[in-house]
């Protein structure tokens, strides 16, 4: 099973992932209101992808996704 990271702080959007998601056939999300919730979450559950906000309060999707990436060198990053 596919293990997908949501991260965006925008909750509307992050829902609308998960259901455009989840009727694709995917069921195991976990989802993240920032970037530096990203890494801590994404070191916790190793992903398998990270969609992945850019402009985020805090820390960017462009500053979290190296961090994201050295923790979890097996995971693919599309950044939206």
């Given amino acids: 099973m596919v293990k997908i990271l949501i991260v965006d702080d925008e909750e509307i ?10 009727e694709a056939g995917y069921s195991d999300f976990i989802e993240a209101g920032n970037g530096r919730e990203a890494v801590e979450v994404a070191r916790q ?10 402009i985020m309060p805090g820390m960017s999707g462009i500053e979290a ?8 060198p097996d995971c693919y990053l ?3």
């Fill in 13 to 22: 959007n992050r829902i609308m992932l998960r259901e455009i998601l989840s």
């Fill in 45 to 54: 559950h190793r992903p398998d992808i990270v969609l992945l906000d850019v």
């Fill in 65 to 72: 996704a190296p961090q994201i990436k050295a923790s979890s």
């Fill in 78 to 80: 599309p950044i939206l």
